[in-house]
């Protein structure tokens, strides 16, 4: 294989050489160039959902500006705002923020930008009790994110929190401090936010949900919390301008084709590595990502994820030496935005004298290259996946990079990437047990399976 050009997001395959025959290896390359043109001319499966492609690119400064303006309206004025969504309505705004926020809770820059909180991703009760308790004492904004308005949990947690909203600022009040992102011109949610006045911005339709951070899903609530979005756009630009080049060398391309050759070597299940904890939610962005778009009709890499060297301490016993079935793909940030130093200490009780001076990143990157020999030796295939720092940039390239290595993966295995007839399943049995009406046949059903 060759050499890569400099990019936003690069791709160090030496650790996965040893596991690759060449030969085979340049046909699945081929079959990648081949998804790469299905993917890029819009005539494979799944064609309509193909407007975040080319979405960086349109992305102007007037919608940026209708970003910053609800920023700066609600800088001084609340506390906090509940963005409400799930799946990909929530996790790209999460993953954002978890990886270029303060880890601790301070404010960004020092400026007093509203806390972003979370609600609708879940069912937990005692999340939602626990959510209003923290709301008490704060003013806050609402962010609500559906394309139906119907979906069960941000539709359970919308109706709460704009009872609760409404009881303590008054109904008038919404206008400024509620908004939609919802269809264009139907649903549930587009009916409500017309009748009370809110304001709206608008999902694309052909934007599935999983692809949709660099829309208002994401945008709004990062600008909110004092991110600079232009800066995430221009990075989102600049790697779509990479990933656009028909080459064996492209990124995106060399990636989706190691993971379906790794597939087919029975290695059925990729691991996502970070040795940050700040992205530990888009690990999980990513998860759903590669899992919701590859996980059909029988086939798919199995997503998960691991952080170290947390989990060094835990799941690294499996890794090293459990089933052969695995292969890691690890993020690396290979400059870290802050400097501790290791001190000296007379006592040397822990004997760690012999690393003092050197900066904690420098352990970290040697405990990366250990685990990375370690793992290979022990039969696990590593591709490394690099940038150079981990600030707005580098962030939006990385979620361009890997919707554009989903779209060609997937093609390259053999599925539609933009459906997901599976996630339906599991809410229809809901709605029968919970007594939705036009249920019962099925409510029935599953009573005369539980007897």
Known sequence: MENLVKSPVNINYRGVEKFIDTPKFTSVINEALNSYETLISKNGEGADFLGWLDLPSKINSDEIACYQSIADEWRDRVDCVVVVGIGGSYLGAKASLNALLHSFGCKKNGANWPEILFAGHNMSEEYMAELLDYLQDRTFAIIVISKSGTTTEPAVAF????QYFESRFGKELSKERIVAITDSSRGALKEVADR???RKFVIPDDVGGRFSVLTPVGLLPLAVAGIDVKLLIEGAVAMKNECYKKSSVNPAIVYSALRNYLYRSGKTTEIFVSYTPKLQYFAEWWKQLFGESEGKNGKGVFPASVGFTTDLHS????IQDGLRNIFETTLKVNSSLREVLIPYDKSDADGLNFISGKRVEECNHNAHL??????????????????DTLNEYSLGALFY???FSCGVSAYTLGVNPFDQPGVEDYKKNMFALLGKPGYEDLADEISRRNS
């Open 315 to 318: 799941m690294g016993q499996y």
């Open 401 to 403: 990079f890997f919707e």
């Open 159 to 162: 109706r709460i929190l704009k």
């Open 196 to 198: 009370e006045g809110y």
């Open 370 to 387: 250990g685990t990375l020999l370690a793992h290979i030796d022990g039969g696990v295939p590593n591709i490394s996946i690099e940038i």
